[in-house]
């Protein structure tokens, strides 16, 4: 019987791979492969991208055959028609052993509260989860879910479509400009929350970054060790924008720098959101 366990995430840009060590989750890899391009809802992914995934599904299983590995697709694969997804799950079968998931938005969100459920004692935190074509945001009070907000067409990939010269070797559109512009589509919130969890890589993310992260002194959690002032997440998203090439941006992630391509996206997308809810600390997270 295999005991340890890998789960894959795959999203419409990344798919990010996590280990599960004492009931926990500990993110190991990324790998981008943008999902989007080719893509149609009646045929799926591209050739092209099909392959690249199953290449790296391939050697996944590969390097982990002691492991059990679980795979959980999201995003534009449940846009596929039925038909399409079949095809996907039947020819990733066929190729590599592996059962390719396509699960539910609310499944989804059920696993990521799983992750942060109960983190931050019993107060007030606001989950921020961005993903290639859609954001999602929770609102929690220890274990209780009191609101959710999925935001379709909000997402990282749908803002560097609106915005390509966002990765100019320094960003082509405005920091600023960008904030005003998703605040104006972003919901009214009733909870007047502080906290925020970033969820998604950011904490591998702002440690290459060498954003201004200070010890989590809000709650002890191995897996959350840090927290970022808002005010200092607006200064390092400005030097992200205007100082830091989209080249010097890569370089921090040799093993797979097409995932930087997303980062000033997304922390506009984060600013935004932590500017428009009052948000006084960031906490983030792999998860």
Request: glycine share 6%.
């Amino acid at each position: 019987m295999k005991e340890e366990k890998k789960i894959l995430d795959v999203g419409s840009s990344t798919v990010k791979v996590y280990r599960v060590a004492n009931n926990k989750l500990k993110h190991i890899q990324n790998k981008s492969i943008f999902f989007k391009e080719g893509f149609t809802s009646d045929f799926g992914i591209s050739e092209k991208n099909k392959k690249l995934l199953i290449d790296f599904l391939k050697q996944t299983k590969e390097d982990n055959q002691d492991a059990l590995i679980e795979i959980y697709a999201t995003s534009m694969f449940r846009k596929m028609s039925t038909r399409a997804q079949q095809q996907l799950v039947d020819d990733i079968f066929e190729s590599t052993g592996l059962y390719f998931g396509i699960i539910p938005h609310d499944l989804e969100s059920f696993y990521m509260q799983q992750a942060l459920v109960g983190k931050y004692n019993n107060e007030l935190a606001l989950i921020i989860n961005i993903g290639g074509e859609s954001t999602e945001l929770i609102v929690m009070k220890g274990r209780d879910v009191l609101k959710t907000h999925e935001l379709e067409n909000l997402g990282v990939g749908t803002l560097i479509t609106k915005y390509p010269e966002i990765n100019n070797p320094v960003s082509g559109v405005g920091l600023t400009d960008l904030v005003k512009e998703i605040k104006e589509i972003l919901p009214d919130i009733d909870q007047k929350v502080e906290t925020a969890f970033y969820s998604g890589g950011e904490l591998t993310y702002m440690k290459l970054a060498d954003y201004t992260l200070t010890k989590n002194n809000l709650f002890q959690d191995g897996s959350h060790p840090n927290l970022i002032s808002f005010t200092n997440f607006k200064k390092n998203n400005n030097d992200i924008f205007k100082k830091i090439t989209l080249n010097e941006l890569e370089k921090l992630m040799p093993e797979n720098p097409k995932w930087m391509h997303g980062a000033r996206a997304c922390s506009a997308i984060a600013q935004a959101i932590c500017e428009k809810y009052s948000i006084k600390n960031i906490i983030p997270s792999d998860s």
